[in-house]
């Protein structure tokens, strides 16, 4: 079974930060630092800034897990979500330089490293992904972002315009 997790289109995501505030809430306040999704801002030389939110992607072998000296990061048997044991946890950071999705941060207020559940007290139902205006957000699995990418590709053309040069190899 695939484990889902949050993705953001960045083609929708305005930086409204709805998601931060929303979820940062749940931990005692409307501070996006202390939120467990994050909002990125990357641009490009000269070209417009991409906007997105990222958070936990549930690495199937996390590089966090593997970096953190303290072993402190576990995933649950259950949901498949990432633990953090906020008793062993002294915040150094080497699972925030080890993930390769820059999802996971230091919550400075309290020294440890938070990164998301997707509200799990919530059943599953990540109130980000509830909250977001433009609809950037989503839960998905590995498989259901395949199978949209496929769509994706069939209603651009880009499919016909592929085909004749396929046909050109030996």
Not at 75 to 94: E, F, P, Q, R, Y
Not at 112 to 134: A, K, Q, T, W, Y
Request: charged share 25%.
């Amino acid at each position: 079974m695939q484990k889902p997790f949050i993705v953001c289109d960045p083609e929708k995501c305005t930086g409204c930060q709805m998601c931060e505030f929303a979820c940062s809430a749940r931990y005692g306040g409307y501070n996006p630092l202390a939120s467990h999704i994050r909002l990125v801002r990357i641009t490009e030389r000269a070209r417009p800034a991409h906007i997105m939110a990222i958070a936990c992607r549930l690495c199937d072998e996390p590089t966090c897990m593997k970096a953190c000296p303290r072993q402190c990061i576990s995933v649950s048997a259950t949901s498949g979500i990432m633990l953090v044991d906020k008793d062993v946890c002294n915040g150094c950071g080497w699972c925030v330089e080890a993930c390769e999705f820059g999802a996971v941060t230091i919550n400075h207020g309290e020294r440890i490293v938070s990164m998301c559940n997707l509200c799990e007290d919530r059943g599953g139902r990540p109130r980000c992904v509830e909250v977001c205006v433009h609809d950037a957000l989503a839960l998905t699995t590995p498989a259901e972002m395949a199978a949209r990418r496929r769509r994706e590709i069939v209603r651009s053309g880009i499919l016909p315009e592929m085909r004749p040069a396929l046909r050109e190899r030996p």
